[in-house]
């Protein structure tokens, strides 16, 4: 499948605000997606965005969306201790006839007391 | 509460077994989906199915197979296990169809140890 890219490692501290990036490769996705994973756990979906919007916001998520750069972000505001989990980004993938998601790597967030 | 369930969390088998992983969901989902997780690589998907008997390849199908006989049940098997198939293993189902809003939902996954 095609590449979804983001860093691997993000370290914050508790209180201060978290970002993670990520650069897609279809720019026909029509939806983006983020994904947290716990440890020892399946993936939940976090949030997601639909193309023709450049930001969204959910309590103290938020992402923005780059169209022209195929770059998506997700800021999470006040990190917790609790927000110590993997993130994935994702978009449709056209590889898959449509039906399947292509994730990136993850960015494993550690949020430091 | 939407479910998906894998029928065990860790599974340990030997070289050359055959490794059954069932997969179940209770949302009457069309797709479902298997995806290996792996350090350093994220989530890889092996293999999909839109309907009931339906299959298609993902990116690493090679030493896999599935079944699919039952909407609520995706079943994948390694016929001769391997011990570069010793991976987590997560199950996966959505119900839209291409192109559309697709939230996939996970289950807890079963970490596979091949001796």
């Known amino acids: 499948g095609e590449d979804v890219e983001q860093s691997l490692f993000l370290s914050v501290r508790e209180g201060d605000s978290s970002v993670i990036n990520c650069t897609y490769t279809?720019?026909?996705?029509?939806?983006l997606y983020w994904y947290k994973q716990e440890p020892g756990a399946g993936l939940q979906l976090l949030t997601y965005?639909?193309?023709?919007?450049d930001m969204k916001q959910d309590q103290r998520l938020t992402v923005l969306l780059n169209k022209k750069d195929k770059h998506l972000s997700l800021r999470i505001a006040d990190t917790q201790t609790g927000d110590s989990a993997i993130y994935f980004c994702?978009?449709?993938?056209?590889?898959?006839?449509?039906?399947?998601?292509?994730f990136g790597k993850g960015t494993s967030l550690l949020v430091t007391p | 509460d939407v479910k998906v369930t894998q029928s065990s969390r860790y599974l340990v088998k030997r070289t050359g077994e055959k490794v059954f992983l069932e997969c179940v969901q209770d949302?009457?989902?069309?797709?479902m989906f298997w995806y290996r997780q792996d350090p350093g690589l994220g989530l890889r998907l092996i293999y999909f199915?839109?309907?009931?008997?339906?299959?298609e390849k993902g990116d690493i199908p090679e030493g896999y197979s599935v079944s699919r006989e039952k909407k609520e049940r995706f079943s994948l098997i390694l016929e001769s296990a391997s011990t570069n198939q010793t991976s987590m293993y997560l199950c996966?189902?959505?119900?839209?169809?291409?192109?559309?809003?697709?939230?996939?939902?996970f289950g807890p996954g079963t970490r596979l140890t091949v001796l």
């Open positions: 994702a978009e449709t993938s056209n590889s898959n006839s449509g039906y399947a998601l292509n």
């Open positions: 949302m009457d989902h069309e797709n």
């Open positions: 965005i639909f193309s023709n919007m």
């Open positions: 199915s839109y309907d009931v008997k339906m299959k």
């Open positions: 279809d720019s026909s996705s029509t939806y």
């Open positions: 996966a189902s959505s119900l839209s169809r291409a192109g559309g809003y697709n939230e996939q939902f």
